[in-house]
């Protein structure tokens, strides 16, 4: 059982085909959880055409709500706990303001990863902004691939920072009961890295959670696509890993790093900041 169950899920709904990717992924960990699963749907109002005048919300968005509503209850179907709301807001800043404020009612909120070449329905630094902003975890979940299930083989990014730690404490839900976790030191301090990642798993085991460990030593550039190749080269199934705003200082490029994972993600990713 894990320490700190989870009790209560958030996903970001949208008329994008991502979403009901996360929906399925989201009612799997709330069934498998116990937890009550709370979906919010919230996009941005689309462009007004000329010589109409502007109406919020617009007949579309009214639309694609009541749509989106109906796909929820279908996906959560046998769930005994869940809840559906609409943002309904059409400005990026509100839009924003709203999803944050949702996910801190929350042990857990999923969200999709921004994709460059799809109509944007959301703000394109939504997950970023809800990572630094609603001081809970966030899983970001592609957008490609299928991931029926998370945290059977967990890779852990390491630097002994307070995010680090925190995306540790928030993950233990996901990955107690793992088949296997990875440990991979991030630690500019070569001398410290390998100290780290013992003590690391030294606190995983006390979970019951068997990890391996492996200090990286690469130079400051590349750390994020060293990583991402680690990821890819043990099979894991999610990523763990604190988030920095770009003031920060224990990784490297700092928030740079943060943001270059969100954009080149290959499998879930568990954030903390």
């Known amino acids: 059982m894990p320490s700190r169950p989870l009790k209560r899920l958030m996903v970001h709904l949208d008329q994008g085909e991502r979403s009901a990717v996360r929906l399925a992924l989201a009612a799997s960990l709330a069934y498998s959880h116990a937890a009550r699963l709370i979906g919010v749907f919230g996009q941005r109002a689309q462009p007004q055409r000329i010589g109409v005048v502007a109406n919020w919300p617009s007949p579309e968005y009214e639309e694609a709500a009541a749509d989106n509503r109906r796909a929820f209850a279908e996906a959560t179907e046998g769930l005994p706990d869940v809840e559906w709301h609409d943002v309904n ?87 107690a009961g793992c088949v296997e976790a990875s440990v991979v030191s991030l630690d500019m301090r070569h001398e410290h890295a390998d100290a780290g990642c013992e003590r690391l798993a030294e606190h995983l085991a006390c979970h019951g959670i068997r990890a391996n460990t492996e200090a990286l030593v690469v130079e400051d550039v590349g750390v994020m696509d060293v990583l991402l190749s680690r990821v890819s080269d043990v099979g894991a199934d999610l990523l763990v890993m604190g988030a920095h705003a770009p003031t920060a200082v224990p990784f490297v490029s700092a928030g740079a790093g943060t943001r270059h994972i969100l954009r080149h993600m290959i499998v879930p990713v568990l954030m903390s900041n």
């Open 89 to 175: 807001r059409g400005s990026d800043a509100e839009l924003l303001r709203r999803i944050t404020d949702f996910a801190r009612y929350a042990d857990l909120a999923i969200l999709g990863q921004h994709d460059e070449s799809a109509r944007p329905l959301t703000p394109p630094d939504l997950a970023e902004e809800v990572v630094l902003g609603s001081g809970r975890p966030v899983l970001i979940v592609p957008y490609a691939g299928s991931f029926a299930e998370v945290g059977r083989r967990p890779l852990i990014a390491w630097n002994a920072s307070r995010e680090s730690a925190h995306a540790v404490g928030d993950a233990l839900p996901l990955i």
